[in-house]
């Protein structure tokens, strides 16, 4: 196991990267489509999901202090069933990994660099997550503590230098079609939520653990925070055609310029996604290697990060034809997916561990 120490506030800003790592770019489009005018109440109404993780992580830590997963599985379940069950988590986490390194090499191509072959944009960002897992805990938790201000910065200053464009009428009308487009919208926006069940995996390494529950609420904030100003700017910009655009932020930025000098923004754009996306995989690499290595009953994990990042590579280029195929399963059968592995799975092992250690106190 990693000897890295972390606090509770460091393991919040972690939290707070991996879900906007993907989010802020590519969620005022879907949840337009779903959603309508009422796009910027999703936040709101999925952050429902968020504390729910928070507190299912904190209560399955308290269960299983230094145990993952497949660890868990196998407590719960027996050693063949829990066996099968961690063999899926490994195939569930290398998934959806390759979907998010998919995303980020899609959107550089797209948008930069579009003669440079897909195969080494992802490459090198794997590499350099690669090198970061290997140093562990700390290295993760320390990038993720120097990127973030930078990240807040230009986050904040780019909605800032967009207010003069921006037209509050194109919020209205409200709940135009009731209240069932927006609880669409909001499922989408709370399969981001659910990825903060990474915290599962980072927990044992946290010193002040009294504060852990306190952060990782406020960390829900933060991001639901992040997340509706986001929306709502995106949506007084451009009103409905923001569901035309498949990075409407990105798009947004295009439109920043002052005194003919202060243009080209989209530039900063990039770099925020990029310091998102490295934090965002580095995290899903190091959960990834984690749970294969314990299921296969590696000691030393990292022997096994450069194998498993040539296999993400691998399947990241094989996972979907091209963009629109990769946004469509995001959009629709994707956050079915990733709530079941993410959220339902987790809560049912919750509901295991209750009722076995329940009867176990009772004897």
């Known amino acids: 196991m990693d000897k890295s120490r972390i606090t509770s506030w460091q393991l919040g800003m972690l939290m707070y990267q991996l879900i906007l790592g993907s989010s802020i770019l590519l969620m005022p489009a879907i949840t337009t489509k779903l959603s309508g005018h009422d796009m910027w109440l999703t936040p709101i109404v999925g952050s429902i999901v968020g504390f729910a993780m928070v507190w299912l992580c904190l209560r399955l830590h308290r269960y299983f202090p230094h145990a993952t997963f497949p660890q868990m599985a196998v407590k719960l379940l027996g050693k063949v069933p829990g066996k099968i069950m961690g063999f899926i988590f490994v195939l569930f986490n290398l998934h959806v990994l390759a979907v998010g390194v998919r995303d980020y090499g899609e959107f550089v191509i797209g948008n930069f660099f579009f003669k440079t072959p897909l195969l080494m944009i992802i490459g090198s960002m794997l590499l350099l997550c690669a090198f970061a897992v290997r140093g562990g805990v700390d290295v993760l938790t320390r990038s993720g503590q120097i990127f973030i201000p930078f990240i807040f910065l230009f986050t904040v200053l780019t909605l800032v230098f967009l207010i003069p464009d921006l037209k509050p009428a194109q919020i209205l009308p409200m709940f135009e079609k009731g209240i069932v487009p927006t609880l669409k919208g909001s499922t989408i926006v709370s399969g981001w939520f659910c990825q903060l069940i990474a915290m599962i995996y980072f927990l044992p390494y946290v010193k002040d653990k009294k504060n ?41 930025a295009r439109y920043i310029q002052l005194a003919d000098f202060f243009e080209h923004v989209e530039a900063i754009v990039m770099m925020i996604w990029v310091l998102g996306a490295y934090v965002k995989i580095s995290v899903g690499f190091y959960i990834t290697v984690i749970t294969t290595t314990e299921w296969i009953g590696i000691k030393d994990y990292k022997s096994s990060v450069f194998p498993l990042g040539l296999l993400i590579l691998v399947m990241s280029i094989w996972i979907a034809p091209n963009f629109q195929a990769m946004a469509g399963f995001v959009a629709t059968s994707g956050t079915f997916y990733i709530l079941t592995g993410f959220a339902v799975v987790p809560f049912l092992m919750l509901a295991v561990a209750r009722m076995r250690l329940g009867a176990l106190q009772k004897k």
């Open 212 to 252: 852990a529950g306190k952060w990782g609420y406020l960390t829900v904030i933060g991001i639901t925070l992040t997340m509706f100003c986001v929306n709502i700017a995106t949506l007084m910009l451009f009103g409905d055609s923001t569901a035309f655009y498949n990075y409407p932020v990105f798009m947004a």
